[in-house]
């Protein structure tokens, strides 16, 4: 049974997507930045970035009856190679029990000049 999920950022509305799309036993999540989308704000530091994005992305494998605990993989996009400890530094404080497959990638620029990180998932409702 497919379900749509949305986290409310006007962005999904504008662009025609949904911030996760769940499936049966599956879960995507389309790559995430870091804005608090209560009030569309976003942090300077990545790091601050990286843990809005998190919590985004937890919300909506909540939604889906799922939790960072099926993430079985994950993709960074950062706009600067320098940020990556600092990202680890977040990341590795969620993940590092779960252990996913995982790629980070440094990309010139993502949409908006604030964000400095965006982060997708696949998840898998373990049994």
Do not use: K
Request: charged share 20%.
């Amino acid at each position: 049974m497919r379900q749509l999920i949305s986290s409310g950022s006007p962005f999904e509305r504008q662009a025609g997507y949904s911030r996760a799309v769940s499936d049966g036993d599956w879960c995507w999540v389309a790559g995430t930045t870091g804005y608090d989308y209560a009030t569309m704000s976003m942090p300077d530091g990545v790091a601050a970035q990286a843990e809005n994005a998190i919590a985004t992305i937890a919300g909506a494998l909540g939604e889906a009856g799922l939790s960072l605990a099926d993430v079985v993989r994950v993709t960074y996009y950062i706009v600067d190679a320098a940020d990556a400890d600092a990202v680890f530094a977040v990341v590795g404080r969620h993940f590092a029990a779960i252990r996913p497959a995982a790629t980070m990638v440094v990309v010139a620029a993502l949409i908006r000049p604030e964000m400095r990180i965006e982060i997708e998932v696949t998840a898998r409702r373990t049994l």
